[in-house]
């Protein structure tokens, strides 16, 4: 009896031994707090939290890759255009990676769990800094997107410039003057100021594609479209519209409607002194900023050379003040019922990596000035860019016209009257003129320009002697010739900063041989946004 209890105890025992040595096991395989396992976990946990909020991301990172993608396939094409103007070699942004970031590699085998514990914790940091990495730019395309009511892009740009300026003698205006004015006791004999005025803005929209063909649209201002009516109201220049166009761009033909420039007079000098006002404006640039629409249309004959054709409708302004402060009455062009006819051609081709540019070009209106007094006017033009080597160019224009003075020529004038207008019997004659500007341009780096020019506009004498000067233009009668020349150099220490020193020398002419004279100096400095 006694053998069969201690053997009965000797199974209880081990039993229970078996039982213990289980359960410690079992609480063994538990991962604790501290143990790699659980530390595995957390951060798993972790990556996951982070990956949610990473897909939250992403849907607004796609946006935001389309509009840079957009962005910089825009910026390359300008910038090849813009480096061709200069006759640089046109720079390649390099290529945008579409895949996105690079998946991380696999560790090959089996690793410790406290190899794992640091592969982990390094792909959380790079998920963390992606994150963040991915808010900065979120936040910069917030604050540098212009929003419209449309879904297209519109951009902001332009330039705020102060000029200082001193004058020598009389001129008719003294921050950007065009011509000198006759000599009078009680005017001053030279001047000093300082003027925003020509500061610019302009907006661009980036609109959709029509079968192929983009739509881009922008509008240009500046300030100097006059002053209120105030103490020191000289230094509050009022917002003016210069241009604003509408264009349809196809892979060869462009559609442009909108307020431009005389596309058949498409050059101006080069001069940051005078942006109001094209450079040699009533000194033989045809300028006026005119409501027109045109077609043009671009023929390649090789690789390096081509013909551009452009033919258009344009308002047919006359160059008279307006009767009015509010309401828009027609002017003797307008009064015609028919609008302005222009046409121009030009052969292009690249030699020392600038482009060499001849074109040609004509323009016709009629002018009505009642009692069937009409007036038809005209105008030939001729533009030419000649590089001369790598640093060198000559650019300018030519014209020969009649009654142009909506375009800037004949200085501002287009007829001339032998009484007053409102009378019936008054005699009305179509002013001659002639006209005409060169520059020649001297890049001495890509950051430094020097430029010299010289421009005259010149109306027939025999025209202006035909009636008495007392009576015959609405603006000055006598006023025969008008010269202007000019030096200047032009510094851009950065794409977004400039500074600018120019001399100009001024000299008109009148019918009876009258000469008046003055000089402009200007000193600008800019930063483009």
């Known amino acids: ?199 610019l803005l302009g907006l661009e929209v980036f609109g959709p594609e029509i079968k192929g063909a983009r739509v881009s649209a922008d509008l240009q201002f500046d300030f100097a479209g006059g002053f209120p009516n105030a103490p020191d109201g000289v230094t509050l220049g009022l917002a003016r519209l210069r241009t604003g166009v509408v264009r349809i761009t196809g892979q060869r033909t462009t559609l442009v409607a909108g307020q431009d420039a005389p596309f058949f007079s498409p050059l101006s000098p080069s001069s940051i002194a005078s942006l109001a006002l094209p450079a040699f404006a009533y000194a033989g640039n045809l300028w006026t900023w005119t409501p027109q629409i045109r077609l043009e249309h671009r023929v390649n004959l090789t690789e390096d050379s081509g013909f551009l054709l452009q033919g258009g409708l344009l308002d047919p302004l006359t160059g008279e003040p307006p009767t009015s402060l509010y309401l828009r009455t027609p002017d003797a062009g307008e009064a015609s019922r028919q609008p302005a006819y222009a046409a121009r051609t030009a052969w292009s081709h690249r030699l020392f990596h600038h482009e060499l540019v001849l074109g040609v070009g004509g323009y016709y209106s009629r002018q009505n000035w009642e009692f069937h007094r009409n007036v038809d006017a005209w105008a030939g033009t001729t533009d030419w860019t000649l590089p001369l080597g790598d640093q060198w160019e000559i650019s300018g224009e030519f014209y020969r016209g009649r009654a142009v003075g909506g375009l800037g020529g004949g200085i501002g004038r287009s007829a001339v009257f032998s009484g007053p207008i409102t009378d019936s019997s008054t005699r009305v004659r179509g002013l001659n003129a002639t006209g005409g500007w060169a520059q020649l341009k001297f890049r001495q780096t890509q950051k430094l320009e020097w430029n010299g020019a010289f421009g005259q506009d010149s109306s027939f004498a025999r025209d202006l002697r035909l009636f008495p000067l007392s009576t015959q233009s609405y603006f000055d009668p006598s ?43 200007n000193l600008s400095m800019g930063v483009l946004f």
């Open 1 to 199: 009896m006694v053998s069969l209890v201690a053997a009965w105890a000797r199974k209880f025992l081990a039993l229970v031994a078996l039982f213990t040595m289980n359960a410690a096991v079992v609480r063994g395989q538990e991962p604790t707090r501290t143990s790699p396992e659980y530390q595995t976990e957390a951060l798993e946990r972790r990556l996951q939290n982070l990956q949610e909020q990473m897909s939250g991301m992403q849907s607004m990172m796609a946006v935001m890759h389309a509009d840079l993608l957009r962005s910089r396939a825009e910026a390359s094409e300008l910038r090849r255009e813009l480096e061709a103007s200069r006759g640089l070699p046109a720079a390649r942004l390099p290529a945008e990676n579409v895949s996105g970031p690079k998946s991380e590699a696999l560790l090959p085998g089996p690793v410790a769990s406290s190899q794992a514990g640091t592969g982990n914790e390094q792909r959380v940091q790079k998920l963390e800094e992606e994150q963040q990495l991915s808010n900065a730019r979120v936040e910069e395309q917030n604050q540098t997107k212009v929003e419209s009511a449309s879904k297209y892009r519109v951009r902001l740009s332009g330039a705020a410039i102060l000029s200082l300026i001193s004058n020598i003698g009389l001129v008719d205006n003294l921050d950007f003057p065009s011509l000198v004015p006759a000599d009078r006791p009680i005017d001053p004999k030279g001047s000093f100021g300082a003027s925003l005025r020509q500061s």
């Open 479 to 521: 006023l025969a010739r008008n010269r202007s020349a000019f030096l200047n150099f032009i510094y851009r220490p950065r794409s977004d900063l400039l500074l600018s020193v120019e001399y100009r020398r001024l000299r008109t002419l009148s019918v009876s041989g009258n000469s008046e004279k003055g000089g402009h100096i």
